[in-house]
Every structure is written in C-alpha cells, then in structure tokens.
C-alpha cells in the first residue's frame, strides 16, 4: 500500500501475527492475574521504596547535613543522582520523537516502555532536585509566584531557574505525548474488557476513543507536531542542565563543550537503561516476536554512535584544557586522573568509552547476555562521569587548606536506592496495568513486513496498487 | 452517535481493502460517513473525504501565546516589577531569557493543541462512547454508511458493501 519496504529489511514482527494476535499478546498482561514473577520483582521493589522512603524522610527531616557534603563539596550524590536520572529521562522522548521524525519504523514496539521510563527517571531526577534544596516543602518558592516578601520575583538570569522550567515542562509535555499515545491501546483494552471494574476505568481514560478515519488522521498531525517540538524540547533540558555548570567559573565545569556533551551523555545513557528494561521484559512478558534481536541491535548501534561522540567529548576536554593554557583548568583534569578520585575517573573511561565499543562486532551487539551486561556497565559509567564531572571538580579548591574528600554516608546511598524503588515500583506498575507495546503502532507497521502474510491479503495489496 | 441513526456498517479485515472499498463505494454514489480502524490508514481521510486538519495552525497560534506570555512575564518581573542589577547586565537581558521562554513555547503548543484535538474529536475523560463496531479497536476496519443521508437504497448499499470486499454486512 502506502508504505513499500524493501524485502531485505529484516522484519519488525516476527512470528506470523495477525493484528488480532498483537492485540492478544499485548493485552494478556493487562487482562491476567499478575504473574508469580510479577509479584515477587514488585515485592522486592516495593521493600526498596520503603526503605528508600525513610531514607528520604530523614534527610527531609534532618536537614541535608546527613548528606556527607563539607565546606569544599557542596554537590555530590544528590546533582550526580539529578544529572544520571534526567540523563536517562532522555531516551523515551528521543525514541518516540526523533526516530518519529525520522520515520524510523522499529520504534513502534519499544517507544511506549521508553516513554514511560523517562517519565519515571525524570520524577526520580526531581526527588533529589527537592531534597536538595533543604526545605523541599518551600520548592515553590523557585516558581515566580507573587510572595508574602513584596514582590521579589525568581531570577530568570539564573539556569537553575531556567532549569525548573525545563525539567517541569519536560515532564508535563512528555506525560501529555505518552497519554495521547496510549488513548488507542486504553479504547483497545475497554473494548474487550469483561469485568466491570475494567470497562470502567479503561473506558474513563480511552476519552470516548472510536478510531473514526478523521480522528486518526488529526491524531496522526497531533503526533507529529508533538514530535516535533518535542525534538528541541529534549534538546534544550539536557543543554540547560549543562549549564548549571558551564556557566560556573569552577575549572572543568565552565566549557563550552558542555551542552552537546550532555545531550550525547543523555541519549547514551538513556538508550542504556531502556535496553536494559527491554531484555527484561522481552522474556518475562514473552514478547520476543515483538521486540526481536534486530531491535536489540539497533538499540546498540545508537549506543556505539553516542558513547563514541562522549569519547570525543571527554578528549577533546582534555585537549582543550591543556590547549587553553589556564593552569587552574589544566590541573583540574590532570587532577581527575591521577588524583585521588583517579579509579572514579578510569572507571568511567572504561565503561562509556572503551566498553561501547565492543558492539562494533554483530555476534556481540546481537548477542542478549552481552547486551544486557553492558547495557547496566554503560549507565554504571554514566554515573561515574557525573560524579567525576561535581566532586572531582569541587574538592581541590584553589587554596590547598580547604582541598577534602567526599565520602557518602547511609543517607546518601539511602536516597539514591529510594530513587530505584520509585522507579521500578512504578515501571512493574505500568507494565501490568497499562500496554507495555503500542498496539496500534505495532499493527500499522506490519503489513509487507509481518513473516508468513496471508497469500489473500498480498492480493488484495496488489489489487490497490493496480 | 445517537441510537436512532440508522447505519449499516461493511466490515473488512485488511486496510488495503478497505482503503480499496472506500473508492469503490463512493464511485456508486453512495455518501460515506465514516470509516473506523484500529490504527491510522494513510490516504483513508482523503479517500474518505474528510478536510485537511487546521490542528498545525492552532499549535502555531499556542506557540506563538506561549511565546508571548512567558517574555511578557519576565520583562514585566525583571524589568518594570523588581529591576535588579545581576552580573552588571542590563535588566532587559534577553539572550538570558531564551531558555524559558522556549519552554514556555512548548508547554503552550504542546497542551493547546492536545486540548485543541480533544475538543474537535470530542473526547473526553468519562465519555462513554463506544466504537459501531467494537472490534475496530482490535483487527476490523469498519466502514459505516448512514442510510438517512443518502439516496441510494439500504439493499443497494449492502449490495455495493459485499461487492468491495466486505466480510460481513450490519445494521445498526
């Protein structure tokens, strides 16, 4: 019909399905009783988000003084937790918006747990943004509301500022994209639905779904605006929280290279993380026929392609740092990799640079307990990078008297496995709630791709072509 | 879609089929309300005859608020409201205010038009309407015909609705 694909194109269902088979594979998790695996993986994430929980109630509690922070390093955990999660935030909008645009097919079957992944990572990202303010229940205050003080308003000179509006507007517009792009699968799941509880709920949120031609075809330009602004929107976070830092006079923070650097960072890691949750639940979800090896694979060339650019990134800092001829940022890096945070700084060279790599060669990047290995060793590295970029940078001051050391403690690593709680808690939600695949995406790009096409649908193909 | 409209629904279990049939209908005469599928036809609103959206116009007129109200806030807080002097720059500091007023742009297009599509589509949280045929949210493509407006017969119509390809023939 519409689309002609090349008969090379690896394919993107495999299996044989009819579009009533996605709709039965996709629909069985939501529809069933949760699965024994299920409930112990939500078990265990549940116990993590308590703990984490009271970790958090502590340090909201106490004040920010149980973080291991001093006089020379005001940022540790809590902005490297920030910048990792947002990081990964980054993914699902790429995968949704950019490869959208770029009218890149294999998408359809991975941008909807994308998407609710960098949901979940952005609200995580904000969990430290509160915490870190001290009196996370005066977070308005960085809104520009008229206050009780006269009219003293925020300062829209500041990138903290400009990042609150980033982050808010990030996750509001990307919330809205997910919504829209579940009312299809939500009116798919209402109209089967035989409990009562169901039709109720599924129907309340499909919004009176009917899939009438002229409601696809503005959803279709909806979706394509979305997409559109949604590109640069994931863009600019990413840039406005390397300016956090790039507009700092602190040596190793204040360069330039620092937005296109985060943005590769971002997608790294984000691309990291999604796979990883892909490989999980391709098999717990049965749903190799969707997600196959060949979606796998395309996952990792974009995280040879973006680790390779923060390769660049990282020597091209190091070249520049020499370059300039300004000793205070000279010694920064040479500090970063011989100093006493040197195995931090190795650390991250390895996993992000030198591990990536290694999907050069098919039979690794095609390989699923490779891929999952290195897709956890890539955001292992992500973190570490943040971590070198605040505490390396921080903790040898330019008067030797104030050089120190950061060590976390309980409440540090508390909050940061609250983070994981909230995230995986709320990812095992979504997948036995909601459609874990987008359905009606899927059913779109099948035909002319789909194995084993029924030999009357291929004539009927050719009758409209004719 | 009220109860007493009188509709009879062809339903087809292929898109190139009904993207087919619907040229085919139409060919005869015979007006064609809608065409319900489970995921979007390219060429089926054109096919269908359904005008070309104005949603791109509307998200450009919400970017465009957007724009407008988020310089109108900061100029009017950091400029009229409360100047301050911060990094000895001038309090109309624009290229300082990109960043947010871009967001502000996003956030305006990006709810505008999502509003803009709801409303034009009528949906709605707790809208009970259920699709003609319910498995056109599953694999069918419906291809629904009100009787009322149009001057061809029922059995004419059922007839043209076989003819194209139909699996199955309703009344609703």
């Known amino acids: 019909m519409s689309h002609v694909v090349s008969p090379i194109r690896e394919k993107l269902v495999t299996g044989g399905k009819s579009y009533s088979d996605v709709t039965h594979d996709i629909c069985k998790q939501v529809e069933g009783e949760p699965t024994k695996e299920w409930k112990i993986a939500f078990g265990i994430s549940c116990l993590v988000f308590i703990y984490g929980a009271y970790c958090l109630f502590y340090t909201w509690w106490q004040g920010i003084g149980v973080w291991g922070l001093n006089k020379t390093v005001g940022w540790a955990w809590d902005i490297t937790n920030f910048v990792w999660w947002v990081g990964i935030g980054h993914a699902g909008t790429l995968i949704s918006a950019v490869l959208l645009l770029f009218r890149q097919k294999w998408r359809t079957s991975i941008n909807r747990s994308a998407e609710a992944m960098t949901i979940f990572a952005v609200l995580c990202a904000a969990s430290f943004i509160l915490a870190h303010m001290g009196r996370p229940w005066l977070a308005h205050w960085a809104l520009p509301l008229p206050n009780a003080f006269g009219s003293l308003w925020v300062n829209f000179n500041s990138p903290l500022v400009w990042d609150v509006f980033a982050i808010s507007t990030y996750l509001s517009v990307s919330l809205l994209f997910w919504y829209m792009g579940l009312v299809p699968d939500l009116a798919t799941i209402r109209d089967r639905a035989t409990t009562a509880g169901r039709k109720f709920w599924y129907g309340f949120f499909s919004l009176g779904w009917t899939g009438s031609s002229k409601t696809w075809a503005r959803y279709e330009y909806m979706s394509l605006i979305l997409a559109g602004i949604s590109t640069p929107l994931v863009l600019s976070v990413h840039t406005i929280v390397s300016m956090d830092f790039a507009t700092s006079v602190i040596p190793g923070w204040h360069t330039t290279i620092f937005p296109p650097y985060f943005v590769a960072g971002a997608i790294f890691s984000g691309f990291a993380m999604v796979q990883t949750l892909l490989l999980i639940t391709r098999v717990v979800f049965k749903l190799e026929d969707y997600i196959t090896i060949e979606h796998i694979e395309m996952m990792n060339i974009v995280i040879t392609v973006t680790g390779s650019v923060v390769g660049i990134a990282y020597l091209t800092e190091f070249f520049i740092a020499w370059y300039s001829g300004v000793e205070y940022e000279s010694y920064a890096f040479i500090n970063r990799a011989t100093g006493p945070y040197w195995w931090a700084y190795w650390m991250m060279m390895t996993c992000n640079v030198i591990s990536p790599q290694l999907f050069w060669s098919k039979a690794i990047r095609t390989n699923l307990m490779v891929s999952f290995f290195l897709s956890i060793v890539v955001n292992v590295g992500m973190w570490f990078e943040r971590f070198v970029i605040i505490v390396t940078s921080l903790h040898r001051d330019y008067l030797p008297s104030s050089w120190a050391m950061f060590s976390p403690t309980m409440y540090d690593i508390g909050d940061y496995i609250f983070s994981f709680g909230l995230f995986f808690t709320l990812f095992f939600l979504f997948a036995k709630y909601l459609p874990v695949v987008n359905m009606a995406e899927v059913k779109s790009v099948m035909k002319g791709v789909s194995s084993n096409f029924p030999a009357k649908k291929a004539k009927a193909a050719k009758k409209t072509e004719e | ?172």
Do not use: Q
Not at chain 2, 28 to 57: C, N, Y
Not at chain 2, 137 to 146: E, G, L, Q, R
């Open chain 2, 1 to 172: 879609m009220s109860s007493t409209t009188n509709y009879i629904l062809g339903v087809y279990d292929d898109e190139d089929e009904v993207l087919h049939a619907v040229g085919e209908v139409k060919a005869k005469g015979i007006k064609i309300e809608d065409v319900f599928t489970p995921f979007p036809i390219h060429g089926l609103d054109v096919a269908v005859g359904h005008e070309r959206t104005r949603l791109p116009i509307a998200a450009f007129m919400f970017g465009t608020l957007g724009m407008i109200c988020a310089l109108s806030l900061i100029s009017y807080t950091m400029v009229f409201d409360w100047p301050m002097i911060i990094g000895g720059k001038d309090f109309f500091a624009l290229p300082n205010w990109i960043p947010v007023t871009f967001e502000g742009t996003v956030l305006f297009t990006a709810f505008g038009l999502v509003t803009t599509f709801c409303i034009s589509n009528d949906l709605w949280p707790g809208n009970p309407t259920l699709p003609l045929d319910i498995r056109t949210t599953d694999d069918k493509f419906v291809m629904a015909i009100n009787v009322d407006k149009n001057k061809v017969s029922a059995a004419d119509i059922k007839k043209a609705l076989k003819d194209s390809g139909a699996i199955e023939v309703n009344v609703k």
